[in-house]
Nanobody, 117 residues
Framework: QVRLVESGGGLVQAGGSLRLQCAAS????????MGWYRQAPGKQREVVATISNKGDTTYADSVKGRFGISRENGKNMVFLQMNSLKPEDSGVYYC???????????WGQGTQVTVSS
């Protein structure tokens, strides 16, 4: 059974930092593209950052230069380092995995990030 568990969210002041973690189980992690998405109240879920199974990364324009995504295949984990946080970064952050062969996708339950001004 696939399970993605996010952690590391919380309340932080604008300009602060948070590091999100996603622990994956039940997946062939080295063969999964991973991503972080977020959803603010009343808005659609949007992609924040992705990292392919080969380590290639992409970022939403709004977070470029402030956020960094990384993965540790040996630990089945993906991270999102968030610096210089802004109130508009607030929302529920979700971890997503996609198997590169089957294209199966799975989501975590999300972790809340709140940035106060």
């Amino acid at each position: 059974q696939v399970r993605l568990v996010e952690s590391g969210g919380g309340l932080v002041q604008a300009g602060g930092s948070l590091r999100l973690q996603c622990a994956a189980s039940g997946v062939a992690f080295p063969f999964n593209n991973m991503g972080w998405y977020r959803q603010a109240p009343g808005k659609q879920r949007e992609v924040v950052a992705t990292i392919s199974n080969k380590g290639d990364t992409t970022y939403a324009d709004s977070v470029k230069g402030r956020f960094g995504i990384s993965r540790e295949n040996g630990k089945n984990m993906v991270f999102l380092q968030m610096n210089s946080l802004k109130p508009e970064d607030s929302g529920v952050y979700y971890c997503r995995s996609e198997n590169v062969f089957t294209r199966r996708t799975d989501w975590g339950q999300g972790t809340q990030v709140t940035v106060s001004s």
